[in-house]
């Protein structure tokens, strides 16, 4: 699974049997040889959902650079029947496949004789399982009815057909499907013939793609609803109008209405930055029964979790919202990851942070009520947490094996990218980014690129040299939040800003603090009659600024509109201040001020009364975003600090002062005609005071609408809208936990009974809240049915974890039932197998167990050893704060 120095591959041979070839070359655990390259590809499939295997036919040219008796490729799971080889003369004969290495998807064609470099075509007949673990070419039900469809991302085409599994391969690909008569089927590029097959089957024809990475080779059989889109007109980039269809289950077609009337704006608002029309001449919203992911990029037929695209028109609104986002994300792929695709692994970032970043720009455009200036930040800030892990990845991380390829797909790759290229485009203005992004996308449409293409487009159009390139890199190529402390100092009649900067680590850690970046520090500063804004490149240990024309005494906040990649740290005089001007900051800074706050706590400069003092003005705020951004140092002060009624009851009242008068406002059901931001707010709040504080008043409110939902309507089927959209699950929540197996029983029952998706949510929500030990492990062994769908497990097994002795039930549990586990969900999921057994540990003892326990299974899911490595410090670091702080400064 890792890449080994040359001196051990002998020994992987002695446990492989494989290490080497005919031609003496060593398997290649990671990257393919350089001399055999794909040029095209002709797939064929025959597919029956109802079936459990599919058959294949597989056509690759390869461009073969030197003489060579085999090929390496990739290929997992097939049962490859024939390998023909058919040379540049014409001439045919016999080849043999080999799984080289199984478990990592690695084969190798043996020719049988040594081949000159040439143009070859190898052509593989095979048959191979309907993946069940949402990988390769997969099988999903809804309704009883079966569907066929496929995921490829990052590495799971080799569960599909035979290939050469990898981005930087970029070809033309001809797709054949032959396929039951009742059944649909869909695809990359749209559909140019179908013709009879045999009695009950066709076959369809669907046109040549551009060329693309296998990963991005899309396609689905099923009773399928296709319905139409309005056209997406044609404008200054796109001379033809542009077809839009929406894809999903039997009978949910017309749910796609809401999603389809909102592509339109997305599409032209990203032809009109990137200046370059969308290429790839249709486009299909396919919603998928079951899903790993939350969506995926694939041109011409993106896929999507269910829920983001089935909307109603009293769909909760964070559906709404999350729908709008995530499309403007896996459409601002079709340039930035499908057009211009990353080389290798190591920049996935150039696929992911980008579509992270544009998605932002196209929904503050559309819908700027939607605030994804405050997303960025917010996501940033997550990102952060993660960044501060001496474990963390870096953005450009080296690939060592499958592992890292699973693992890449995190908050640092989507989040943290996001934030360094916002953070790079203000420095350098948005206009001249934009004219650098614009020179990147045609400099290597359909083609690929790394991170120096970007960085150097960048520095081109901004006429800046290595300086800047270095400062971007720095943020690249090196983990970690840069930590900027300031002091203010009056000198010579002049305001100076003293700078200083490290690596943010938190209480506990036992990592390095001395890093330097190349950091664009902006900082916001009183003047008489308002405030200024200063910039400086801090590129070394320690800088300063003049404060030019700073009212004396002055105020500081050190990241301005909260722009930059970075926390920062003060005096706490200096915070004092900051806190003073709270009113006078711009949300986006609220929003830095909480974070320097948690960070502040987390390093062990303030207490818990300090912090909650420091973040209470927040929540009056009229900003959802904002008045929310305090739960999170609070959340982790209510399950990890505070232990005694005294302490508790103290932070309740904190609760309660703070937020209950405006959930009492904001009433308990939808109003018409009200904001988003609303709804948001009242299910955060009804969710965090009815189910993490238990606010009795809160909870009755919650009841009454759970218990109204529970109560049967004629037909036998529970009452779902009995409650407001938003607030079903915590109703559900607060019901199941109120009268207990009655309730557990029936949502139980129900679930297999329902395909709503938004509903499935709301009842796994309501599971997922009950406390009492023996209907939590019952709920437990339900989630390994076949009720529950794969991507839904999660939303069970993470719940319930909040004490140490709810994290010892979860944990002996999933001890018992880890190779149930493992078998569902697969290697796809393999990085975060120890975070769903062991997360949110905060003891040393918790760190050894799981250390214990996967040390000598880490081989058996790909990633699981930096999602090891990343739940034991989250939990030393835990145990080290609470170590640090003192529960009794919460009575203050």
């Not at 083609?447 to 120096?452: F, K, M, R, S």
Request: hydrophobic share 40%; aromatic share 8%; with cysteine.
């Amino acid at each position: 699974m890792r890449l080994l120095r040359p001196l051990l591959f002998t020994a992987l041979a002695a446990s492989c049997g494989v290490a080497f070839a005919a031609g003496g070359d060593a398997v290649p655990h990671g990257l393919l040889p350089t001399w055999a390259v794909p040029q095209s590809y002709r797939l064929a499939f025959k597919v029956d959902p109802h079936q459990k295997d599919f058959s294949g036919h597989t056509v690759i040219k390869v461009k073969l650079t030197q003489a060579s008796d085999h090929v390496w490729l990739h290929g997992a799971d097939l049962t490859v029947t024939k390998v023909r080889l058919t040379d540049a003369a014409g001439k045919t004969t016999m080849a043999k496949y080999v799984a080289a290495v199984p478990h990592e998807g690695v084969a190798r064609v043996d020719f049988g004789h040594t081949v000159k470099p040439q143009e070859i075509t190898l052509a593989f007949d095979y048959t191979a399982p309907l993946n069940l673990q949402l990988q390769g070419l997969y099988k999903v039900s809804h309704e009883g009815e079966p569907y066929a469809m496929t995921q490829m991302e990052p590495i799971s085409a080799r569960y599909a057909f035979p290939g050469f599994d990898q981005p930087d391969y970029k070809t033309p690909f001809d797709l054949t499907l032959t396929i039951p008569d009742s059944e649909k089927a869909v695809a990359n590029t749209g559909e140019v013939s179908e013709k009879p097959a045999g009695k009950g089957w066709k076959t369809i024809t669907f046109a040549k793609t551009r060329p693309l990475p296998t990963y991005l080779v899309a396609f689905g059989v099923g009773p399928w609803d296709i319905v139409a889109g309005p056209d997406i007109s044609p404008d200054a980039y796109r001379s033809e109008p542009l077809k839009l269809r929406g894809v999903a289950a039997k009978g949910e077609g017309h749910r796609m209405q809401h999603v389809l009337s909102e592509t339109p704006s997305i599409i032209h608002t990203l032809e009109n930055y990137y200046g370059f029309g969308y290429p790839f001449g249709k486009l299909d919203l396919l919603a998928a029964p079951d899903f790993a992911a939350g969506a995926m990029e694939n041109p011409g037929l993106v896929t999507f979790r269910d829920w983001l695209l089935l909307l109603d028109p009293d769909s909760p609104a964070r559906y709404v919202r999350g729908s709008f986002n995530v499309t403007a994300h896996e459409l601002a792929h079709q340039w930035t990851g499908d057009t211009v695709t990353t080389k290798w692994w190591n920049d996935i970032w150039l696929n992911e942070a980008f579509a992270t970043w544009m998605q932002q720009k196209v929904t503050m455009a559309v819908h700027p009520e939607y605030r994804a200036d405050l997303d960025r930040i917010r996501g940033a800030q997550g990102a952060m947490n993660n960044d501060s892990l001496v474990s963390a990845r870096k953005i450009r991380q080296p690939i060592t094996g499958n592992g890292d390829i699973m693992t890449a797909f995190d908050g640092i790759t989507y989040q943290k990218g996001a934030a360094v290229l916002g953070m790079f485009e203000h420095y350098v203005t948005p206009a001249v980014f934009q004219k650098g992004m614009r020179a990147y996308i045609q400099d290597h449409k359909f083609g690929n690129a790394t991170a120096d293409d970007l960085v150097d487009s960048i520095a081109h159009a901004a006429d800046k040299g290595e300086a800047f390139k270095e400062a971007f890199k720095s943020f690249l190529n090196q983990s970690g939040v840069p930590y900027v402390q300031t002091k203010l100092e009056q000198k010579d009649g002049q305001t100076i800003l003293q700078l200083s900067q490290s690596r943010y680590l938190p209480v506990g850690s036992t990592g390095d603090s001395q890093r330097v970046w190349g950091v664009p520090v902006c900082v916001r500063y009183g003047v008489p009659g308002g405030s200024k804004v200063s910039c400086e490149m801090l590129d070394k240990a320690e800088g300063s600024m003049v404060l030019a024309g700073a009212s004396n005494p002055t105020w500081v906040m050190p990241n301005a509109d909260a722009q930059g990649y970075y926390r920062f740290g003060m005096t706490r005089a200096g915070l004092a201040a900051l806190g003073q001007q709270i009113g006078s900051l711009a949300d986006t800074e609220q929003l830095a001020y909480a974070d320097a706050v948690g960070a502040s706590f987390r390093h062990g400069d303030i207490d818990a009364a300090d912090a909650l003092a420091a973040l209470k003005p927040l929540a009056a705020s009229k900003t959802d975003d904002v008045a929310t951004a305090p739960l999170n140092t609070f959340g982790w002060i209510w399950r990890n600090l505070a232990s005694t009624e005294a302490e508790r009851a103290k932070l309740v009242a904190w609760a309660k002062d703070a937020y209950l008068p405006r959930l009492q406002a904001l009433g308990y059901h939808r109003k018409p005609g009200e904001a988003d931001g609303d709804s948001l707010m009242r299910s955060t709040l009804a969710d965090f005071l009815g189910m993490d504080v238990k606010l009795p008043a809160v909870r009755a409110e919650l009841l009454k609408q759970g218990d109204a939902v529970m109560r049967r309507k004629p037909d036998g089927s529970l009452d779902y809208a009995a409650a407001d959209p938003d607030l079903l699950g915590a109703a559900l929540g607060v019901a199941a936990q109120e009268h207990g197996k009655p309730v557990v029983d029936a949502l139980i029952d129900t679930l297999p009974k329902t395909s709503d998706p938004a509903t499935r949510n709301a009842i796994l929500a309501g599971l997922a809240s009950v406390e009492d030990p023996a209907l939590v492990e019952r709920i437990r062994d339900f989630a390994l049915s076949k009720a529950v769908k794969v991507g839904e497990m999660a939303a069970l097994l993470r719940s319930d974890r909040d004490t140490a002795a709810q994290r010892d039930a979860m944990w002996t549990w999933s001890v018992a039932h880890y190779d149930q586990i493992l078998a569902r969900t697969g290697s796809f999921a393999g990085g975060r197998l120890p975070s769903l057994m062991g997360g949110g540990g905060c003891s040393q003892a918790e760190a050894e167990r799981l250390q214990a326990f996967f040390k000598d299974r880490l081989d058996q899911a790909p990633g699981a050893a930096r999602g090891l490595a990343q739940t034991s410090e989250s939990t030393l670091l835990c145990a080290a704060l609470k170590q640090k702080q003192d529960a009794s400064a919460i009575m203050r």
